[in-house]
């Protein structure tokens, strides 16, 4: 068999609504990732502080927190294609918010719209479920995350050149345009999709209204319904949300307030998670799938740990490493977990367990978020960083004795 053969049969699952989503993607992460490059000086920059971060970080996942319950019902009751192509466009105009804000409270109103219009997530991931043979699952992720990355790689540089140019708060205020712009025409793509649930009912304004109770109760008896392994899996997700929240919003401002890293040098350290992540995406795929999910879990846990201290002790060459292996533990822990869920959980469940998931994960991650400012702001600087480091442990104790990974994998 030639190369082209070869690559062409190791990707011939890249086709319909996986290669709409794909293309969709690119457009949106990298007009996402431009603004987010300087996200936190931004909002320091129209009047708020550490503290301010961690609030707006609060009501955005308290907000995502509670579409994700009747996100998840209706992309498994009235189909996923209707959620997600319609509730793009809404994602596109939040950044106006953003784009146009004169204090930090507007970016607080934007960030709450952004978060209600993704009541598609759970119709998202599962469609991507619905749309990856079992057997090329990790490499059907990895691949998203490699997309991801491939189309955010230059972002930074260009936020940088954008802050050369135009300062910090005019240069993220254009990038925030080209943001909007990016979604709406990723959200004109995907009116391209087609519905994966075979006996999705029309949906009426009415129908929405009344989902959200049976939404709740169906979203928290559903760890009744599925594999155990499954639940010890949301608890792994759950500890890796809030711990991980802690610190997320907080890079920059460690970077710059604390290790002495210029605003112009942080561009070109955040490129190298970005290319890691496309060096890494095929292989990391294609171990997921040969080797299992759950040994790449592990591996992922034990990466971060070197991660976070080089970062919280480091300087600028010690952070030329230290986000490399944030990129590997990032792909080797999406990768794996996201395809051991779609392997658990039946295809007529998935969007109920991914919004009773995220759920509860984006209520921990409002709460870590808001712990993390407070921390950074009042206790240590260091102190969030090197709790995300000791979280490692519990999660790493429930993948190893209490996850496992079925002897059948869900279609």
Not at 322 to 346: R, Y
Not at 393 to 407: D, F, K, N, S, T
Request: aromatic content about 14%.
């Amino acid at each position: 068999m030639g190369i082209l053969e070869k690559l062409r049969t190791e990707f011939s699952f890249i086709h319909g609504n996986y290669l709409v989503l794909v293309m969709s993607w690119i457009l949106m992460d990298f007009g996402r990732e431009i603004p987010e490059t300087y996200y936190a000086l931004y909002v320091t920059g129209l009047g708020g502080t550490a503290t301010t971060i961690g609030i707006i970080g609060f009501a955005s996942f308290v907000a995502l927190a509670a579409v994700q319950f009747p996100g998840g019902y209706l992309a498994d009751k009235f189909g996923r294609r209707w959620l997600v192509s319609s509730m793009t466009f809404g994602v596109a105009f939040s950044y106006l918010f953003y784009a146009l804000a004169p204090t930090w409270h507007l970016i607080l109103v934007g960030a709450v719209f952004q978060s209600l219009c993704l009541i598609y997530q759970p119709a998202l991931m599962a469609m991507i479920s619905d749309s990856v043979p079992p057997e090329r699952r990790g490499m059907g992720f990895s691949i998203i995350f490699l997309i991801e990355r491939v189309a955010t790689t230059p972002a930074p540089l260009i936020a940088g050149f954008f802050f050369i140019t135009w300062g910090l708060i005019d240069g993220v205020r254009i990038a925030y345009m080209i943001a909007f712009v990016m979604f709406l025409a990723a959200a004109v793509i995907r009116l391209r999709l087609s519905e994966t649930v075979v006996k999705a009912r029309k949906v009426s304004r009415g129908d929405i209204l009344k989902s959200y109770p049976p939404a709740l109760r169906e979203g928290l008896g559903i760890w009744r319904r599925v594999d155990r392994s499954m639940f010890y899996l949301f608890l792994v997700n759950l500890i890796g949300s809030f711990s991980f929240a802690m610190v997320f919003p907080y890079f920059l401002l460690y970077a710059v307030e604390e290790l002495g890293i210029l605003e112009a040098q942080w561009p070109f350290v955040l490129i190298l998670f970005s290319i890691t992540m496309i060096v890494a995406a095929v292989p990391v795929g294609k171990l997921v799938d040969k080797v299992g999910r759950k040994k790449p879990l592990v591996l992922s846990q034990f990466v971060f740990v070197p991660a976070v201290l080089l970062f919280v002790y480091g300087d600028l060459t010690r952070l030329f490493l230290a986000l490399p292996l944030f990129g590997l533990a990032v792909i080797l822990s999406n990768s794996s977990l996201t395809a051991l869920q779609a392997d658990l959980v039946p295809q007529t469940l998935r969007g109920k367990v991914i919004g009773s998931s995220q759920f509860f994960s984006y209520i921990l991650m409002s709460i870590g978020t808001l712990i993390g400012g407070l921390l950074y702001e009042t206790v240590s600087r260091q102190l969030p960083f090197l709790l995300l480091a000791i979280f490692i442990v519990p999660q790493i104790i429930l993948i190893v004795w209490l996850v496992h990974e079925p002897e059948t994998r869900e279609k």
